[in-house]
């Protein structure tokens, strides 16, 4: 790859701390000892330190490379030092923009008349870079991660906070996340460090792809790392404390920001998606923000009407007034003693009426309903189905 026309601006050398005919086994060992010591991995939140170790990534993959530090030692000599340098007409230098290099006039637009129509950058050829790409290692987000936890019926209601065993990827302990066995990867050539490479699309319109020689990374490992095999990531398990908020229904998803696999290079971490699964309730049930329970009562308590007591969920039990005559199956509502909403304010407790029928009925209570039957003889409850069922 060629190398970009900024380069030539930067001593290299200078960067690395070695002369200029330093050997390849000099260049090596400055480069792994300022890697080790300015590595993103080793200096968290430090972005000086992050952008040293740009410089020394970008320095080590010219100079390492013997063909690409023949090129820019040919440029530096060319640009750097004197050669064609951009200065003001009739100040002793050459009156016309570094740009006219490359193909363009001032400030990369088209040359104006004849001058150097074809532009001297298509005479020193593979010397540059024309897509100006430079050499950055960029942070990288961490996965998304999936788990599950199952809740009982009443920590869904009202919210708790458990302990998840997550396994997910993470910076490699062994290489310090760099892929490389002595911790100094090289910025990949393909992508220049971005992960990133362009294809397609006409005119100034292009589409990206994470680089497939890098996988993304920006780094290529020279001596790739035994355990994650040059990738800089490896399986890690923890156990998080999270906190599963009030009112959750059975198979939600939530959405836990920041708490999935770490970056790499100082990026953020992915988020934690937890799909949430809710033990069923021996006397309760859920509807939306509403609980729902069933309440026994007597024929008589329905047919006179009363007080009934009915148990609420976590507290004290609710006194209701059930109407003379209500019917079997009828909701009762308690206000307030439902589910946690999102606003914090809590549904309702919707109580459905079961009359009880005795399975048996002796003495006196057998002679009551004896009684009864004979003074409703003359009512018959099914009379209007019949009357419905011929249509009338």
């Known amino acids: 790859m060629s190398i970009s026309r900024d380069l030539f601006e930067k001593d290299l050398y200078k960067v690395l701390g070695v002369p200029k005919d330093a050997t390849e086994a000099e260049i090596k060992k400055a480069y792994r000892k300022l890697a080790r010591e300015f590595h993103p991995d080793a200096n968290k939140g430090d972005a000086k330190a992050e952008e040293r170790f740009k410089e020394i990534s970008e320095a080590n993959d010219v100079l390492s490379d013997p063909k690409r530090r023949k090129e820019y030692d040919e440029g530096r000599a060319l640009f750097g030092n004197g050669g064609f340098r951009a200065g003001p007409a009739g100040a002793g230098g050459f009156g016309f923009d570094?740009?006219?290099?490359?193909?363009?006039?001032?400030?990369?637009?088209?040359?104006?008349?004849?001058?150097?129509?074809?532009?001297?950058g298509d005479v020193f050829g593979g010397l540059f870079n024309r897509g100006g790409a430079t050499t950055r290692t960029q942070p990288r987000r961490g996965q998304d991660i999936e788990t599950e936890v199952t809740l009982k019926f009443t920590e869904a209601v009202d919210g708790a906070t458990v302990p998840l065993k997550m396994t997910s990827q993470a910076p490699c302990k062994a290489c310090s996340g760099t892929g490389d066995k002595n911790g100094t990867p090289r910025v990949c050539p393909t992508c220049v460090g971005t992960g990133q490479v362009s294809r397609g699309g006409s005119g100034s319109f292009s589409l990206t792809d994470p680089c497939t020689d890098?996988?993304?990374?920006?780094?290529?490992?020279?001596?790739?790392?035994?355990?994650?095999?040059?990738?800089?990531?490896?399986?890690?398990?923890?156990?998080?404390?999270?906190?599963?908020?009030?009112?959750?229904?059975?198979?939600?998803?939530?959405?836990?920001?920041g708490k999935g696999a770490p970056g790499e290079?100082?990026?953020?971490?992915?988020?934690?998606?937890?799909?949430?699964?809710?033990?069923?309730?021996?006397?309760?049930?859920?509807?939306?923000?509403?609980?729902?329970?069933?309440?026994?009562?007597?024929?008589?308590?329905?047919?006179?009407?009363?007080?009934?007591?009915?148990?609420?969920?976590?507290?004290?039990?609710?006194?209701?007034?059930?109407?003379?005559?209500?019917?079997?199956?009828?909701?009762?509502r308690a206000r307030g003693k439902g589910a946690v909403r999102k606003d914090g304010t809590r549904g309702d407790l919707l109580v459905s009426i079961e009359v009880a029928v005795p399975a048996a009925t002796e003495g006196k209570a057998l002679d009551a309903l004896e009684a009864y039957r004979e003074a409703t003889a003359d009512t018959d409850p099914r009379a209007e189905l019949f009357q419905a069922a011929k249509g009338v």
């Open 214 to 257: 890098c996988k993304g990374r920006g780094l290529i490992a020279q001596d790739p790392c035994e355990v994650c095999n040059g990738s800089g990531r490896a399986r890690s398990a923890r156990t998080m404390q999270v906190r599963i908020p009030a009112g959750v229904t059975d198979g939600q998803r939530i959405r836990l920001r």
């Open 265 to 332: 290079r100082g990026g953020p971490a992915g988020d934690l998606y937890v799909t949430v699964h809710v033990d069923a309730h021996p006397v309760f049930g859920r509807k939306a923000d509403n609980l729902t329970v069933t309440v026994p009562v007597t024929f008589v308590e329905a047919a006179l009407g009363g007080e009934i007591k009915v148990p609420t969920l976590g507290g004290p039990p609710v006194t209701l007034k059930l109407p003379p005559g209500t019917p079997n199956g009828r909701t009762l």
């Open 98 to 120: 570094l740009g006219d290099l490359f193909g363009g006039g001032p400030g990369g637009a088209p040359p104006q008349g004849g001058g150097f129509g074809g532009g001297l």
